[in-house]
């Protein structure tokens, strides 16, 4: 669900610049855009109540934690927080480099609590899916980080 979200949200940002919005008149622009939608969905789930069923909840985040990670709930609820300020951080092109880069360390750094999660059989989404996706979302964040190249200088000086 969380791939088919930043896909479909990148395909709708570049549909928009083919029709002439130019913000998203690139892959790489629409790709950030879409990634920062993804996050605020994901960062949604840190804060909601443990009741809350249809969806993943704060208590099932905090589930996710190693062991070796002190105080879980309030790592989960400073994840969401970094999520939602890396989504920020995307949308506005002056901030877009620095979170492009710290959004690739923070999901590295998020990768132990999905391989727990899944060792430790909580109901998550299977490594040998995860552990893509979580690259793809590294690389779309350092791609979203790269600045535009500089046209090279013209022959006349």
Excluded: K
């Amino acid at each position: 669900m969380i791939l088919i979200v930043l896909l479909v949200a990148t395909l709708v940002f570049r549909l928009l610049g083919a029709l002439g919005v130019a913000r998203f008149a690139t892959w790489r622009v629409s790709a950030a855009h879409g990634l920062a939608v993804m996050l605020v969905m994901t960062a949604s789930a840190h804060f909601v109540p443990a009741g809350v069923t249809f969806m993943p909840n704060h208590a099932d985040l905090a589930a996710m934690v190693p062991p070796f990670v002190p105080f879980p709930a309030l790592m989960v609820y400073l994840t969401g927080v970094l999520e939602l300020a890396g989504a920020v951080g995307l949308v506005l092109e002056g901030t877009r480099r620095a979170a492009g880069i710290c959004l690739a360390l923070l999901f590295v750094v998020l990768l132990p609590a999905n391989v727990y999660a899944a060792l430790a059989g909580l109901d998550v989404t299977p490594l040998w899916q995860r552990v893509p996706e979580q690259v793809l979302y590294i690389g779309i964040a350092l791609w979203a980080a790269r600045t535009r190249t500089r046209s090279t200088v013209n022959s006349f000086g």
